[in-house]
Nanobody
Framework: QLVESGGGLVQAGGSLRLSCQAS????????MAWFRQAPGKERNFVAA????????DYADSVKGRFIISRDNAKKSVYLQMNSLRPEDTAVYYC??????????????????WGQGTQVTVSS
């Protein structure tokens, strides 16, 4: 099971830190990722971090602004979001998968999902 927290309302240029707490077997040996879905749009890849070496991958739209990290001892993954823009407004989902490389960008690779947390960036 995955549970996200940390969403909220922030002004453009501000920062938020999302957290995802895993329980059970949802975290062990899995790569973790964040996806987001804006109203009326598809769910899209944001960032991923591998289990083996903590290698990270980012969507071009967030590269240089967002940072994904994980704490395996706490079974948690985080998304530090800086320089937020109105177009970052979406529901953010945490997900877990046995994947690597570009496979961790694919929605269908993930079989464990959180319930989502709303991020709203005002202009």
């Amino acid at each position: 099971q995955l549970v996200e927290s940390g969403g909220g309302l922030v002004q453009a240029g501000g920062s938020l830190r999302l957290s995802c707490q895993a329980s059970g077997r949802a975290f062990s040996s899995r790569s973790m990722a964040w996806f987001r879905q804006a109203p009326g749009k598809e769910r899209n890849f944001v960032a991923a971090i591998s289990w083996i070496d903590a290698a990270t991958d980012y969507a071009d739209s967030v590269k240089g602004r967002f940072i994904i990290s994980r704490d395996n001892a706490k079974k948690s993954v985080y998304l530090q979001m800086n320089s937020l823009r109105p177009e970052d407004t979406a529901v953010y989902y945490c997900a877990a998968a046995y994947c690597s490389g570009s496979g961790c960008r694919t929605l269908q690779s993930f079989d464990a999902w959180g319930q989502g947390t709303q991020v709203t960036v005002s202009s």
